[in-house]
């Protein structure tokens, strides 16, 4: 009703002055205009909403293990990059945190995080018998004393020494299977429960991080586009690594969360909500 409201609005104004240009219409009465709701998320943006695989377009990323002859582990995933030692060493990784990997077997190795003395999280690496499933279990611990953990697992597709190699993570589409969204008048929240990740994004296009196990250094800038539409900034230390945008259906009934690299802006990958 709102909106229907508005569009009348809308048109009446520019009948009445004469703009044969709509957007510069749009621009000058959402400015004389505010409280019509020009700059204001719709509600139906709230709730929960469920992945749509079939009609979504993304098989899950992809990310490459390294495993030097001296003994360097190296993680790439597009958006991070890290290398460490799995000596059992408390080694310092900037910010008053330290990070030290034990190996357990030849195929199981546990890297621990700590901040300041005290343990802020582990992440195990495991192997199947036969090297082609790689699992990494992530364990995050909050201040306030809760405990998240999130399960990552990918199959292979070229390596076969061990950790090293190329693999898909097929456990990604699970654990962002739900998606919980809530809008009030300076943030947009959004939570995985399955990944046990949420992030309170302002809506001025202030960094925000990602709490849960997620890539380090990461922000995401948010503005609002529209009613229905949100455009994203994904980010490290000034660089957009992603651009993103999440798209409300007219009728409120569906979520389409895309994006793309800005060197390839045509190369998009899309991922749809429908709500419960």
């Known amino acids: ?70 003994g360097e582990y190296g993680w790439d995933d597009g958006y991070s990059s890290l ?9 310092p990784i900037g910010q008053n945190r330290t990070q030290a990997c034990v190996k357990n077997s030849a195929t199981a ?33 909050r201040p306030s004393g809760s405990v998240i953990t999130s399960r990552l697992v990918a199959s292979r597709i070229s390596g076969s020494n061990g950790f090293a190699g190329r693999w898909r993570d097929s ?11 809530s809008i009030d008048s300076q943030a947009l929240h959004i939570v995985y429960p399955g990944a046990g990740q949420d992030m309170d994004a302002p809506l001025n296009g202030a960094g925000a991080t990602m709490h849960g196990p997620h890539p380090q250094g990461v922000t995401y800038a948010v503005r609002l586009a529209g009613r ?27 979520v389409t969360d895309s994006w793309w690299n800005p060197d390839r802006p045509d190369d998009k990958g899309a991922l749809v909500y429908e709500k419960k």
Request: with cysteine; net charge positive; aromatic share 10%.
């Open 83 to 91: 290398s460490f030692r799995c000596d059992g060493k408390d080694r």
């Open 228 to 254: 229905r539409k949100f455009l994203i900034l994904m980010q490290r230390n000034g660089k957009v690594l992603n651009e993103e945008s999440l798209e409300l259906s007219n009728h409120g009934r569906i």
């Open 109 to 141: 190795l546990e890297i621990t995080r700590k901040e300041n003395g005290i343990t802020t999280g582990s992440n195990r690496w495991e192997l199947s018998a036969n090297g082609d499933v790689f699992t990494a279990t992530a364990t995050a611990f």
């Open 171 to 181: 456990s990604y589409l699970q654990r962002h299977s739900d998606m919980t969204l």
């Open 1 to 70: 009703m709102r909106d229907r409201k508005f569009a009348i609005l809308f048109r009446i104004f520019t009948r009445r002055q004469g703009v044969r240009n709509a957007g510069l219409g749009l621009a000058v009465f959402c400015s004389l205009l505010a409280t019509s709701g020009c700059g204001t998320p719709s509600s139906d943006w709230n709730g929960t909403w469920k992945l749509n695989p079939l009609k979504s377009n993304f098989q899950g990323p992809v990310f490459t293990i390294s495993n030097s002859a001296d």
